[in-house]
DNA sequence: CCAGAATAGTTGTAGCGTCAACTATTGGCG
DNA sequence: CGCCAATAGTTGACGCTACAACTATTCTGG
């Protein structure tokens, strides 16, 4: 990490986002973990269940929306399934997929880990950047998920087209 | 994620920055696992320790610049030290410290894997921001810092204040 | 000056993610 | 048709991180 090849600005630009993605992650997990005995992803996983229609997805399609490989989503809901909070059945449309729909009692889980999981979000994510800020980190976002997953193979459905 | 508790503009932004801090580690993981043979944790490690005077740290100041806890970074350098890259020898002003060191090894796996990962940086980070959007993200940072690590346990070392 | 609290670090364990290997189905095209 | 590539998903092994328990020093107030 020799100082000279980035300028001053790159570089404290550098240094915040790596300490954002390290220090993150902890920050969502502890909270949901004891709050709702969930991990982040796991949450994400059930949210993203919880406003698909029929509450269920193809195992491909939630990948997609929860940013993750199919090998990590497949662990995370044979975990989900074995605790009740998700069913999978094979898609009747075609049969090497596989459909994860959310339980009833998945949904009331999500239900009630909700409010705390979004107060918790706002207190150390939103409500310290004004609204201006919010703005330029959907622009900055924007650009550099075009980066990080170019073909749009995971962010595609929500990322907007650069301008 | 019931998306009446966040306006458009906030969900937009937090989506990103959940999709980011899922998909940066990857990116930095595997260029430098595939280059060096190291996680971007680990290099990160070493490139603090060659930037220090001596080439050494204590151990609980090497976590803090590298926002993690002493437990895994205790298991890190264990690693390292047994790849040679480190050494660690008890602080001779303080009996309960423990000093790392960056070995001769070390110095020139980080020198040589310090132009491809600045690289990876600029292609994935830096470059697709304007340098307008790379100061905002400055600030953006030290807003969320502040939050996200309160007392400046990790990030007092470069953060800066909020005005 | 010494008892208890705080600091510094290590280690074992359990859980999660990555990677590679594998099965099963579908789609394309010759 | 029939074969081969692509798609969809699962699984097992291995490595890394969090958490809790532990040892060992140093600091501090009575």
Redesign the interface.
């Known amino acids: 990490?020799?100082?000279s090849?980035?300028d001053a600005?790159?570089m404290?630009?550098?240094?915040?986002?790596?300490?954002?993605?390290?220090?993150?992650?902890g920050?969502l997990d502890s909270q949901l973990r004891r709050d709702a005995g969930l991990s982040h992803y796991e949450y994400?996983v059930l949210?993203?269940l919880?406003?698909a229609p029929e509450r269920t997805l193809r195992m491909t399609s939630l990948a997609q929306r929860?940013?993750?490989t199919l090998a990590r989503l497949s662990h995370v809901v044979r975990r989900l399934e074995e605790r009740g909070l998700v069913e999978r059945y094979p898609c009747p449309e075609d049969a090497r997929a596989t459909n994860a729909r959310l339980t009833a009692e998945g949904w009331s889980l999500?239900e009630s880990a909700?409010?705390a999981?979004?107060a918790n979000?706002r207190?150390?994510?939103?409500?310290?950047?004004t609204?201006q800020?919010?703005?330029?980190?959907?622009?900055?976002?924007?650009?550099?998920?075009?980066?990080?997953?170019p073909g749009g193979r995971?962010?595609a459905l929500?990322?907007?087209e650069a301008r």
Do not use: C, K
């Not at 404290?12 to 993605?21: C, E, K, N, Y």
């Not at 800020?133 to 997953?149: K, T």
């Open positions: 990490m020799d100082a090849w980035l600005d790159e404290a630009a550098w240094l915040r986002l790596v300490a954002i993605t390290e220090l993150l992650p920050v994400f949210a993203m919880s406003e929860t940013n993750a999500v909700a409010p999981h979004v979000v207190e150390h994510v939103l409500d310290p950047l609204s800020q919010v703005h330029q980190l959907v622009e900055i976002g924007d650009a550099l998920l075009e980066r990080l997953d995971m962010t929500y990322r907007r």
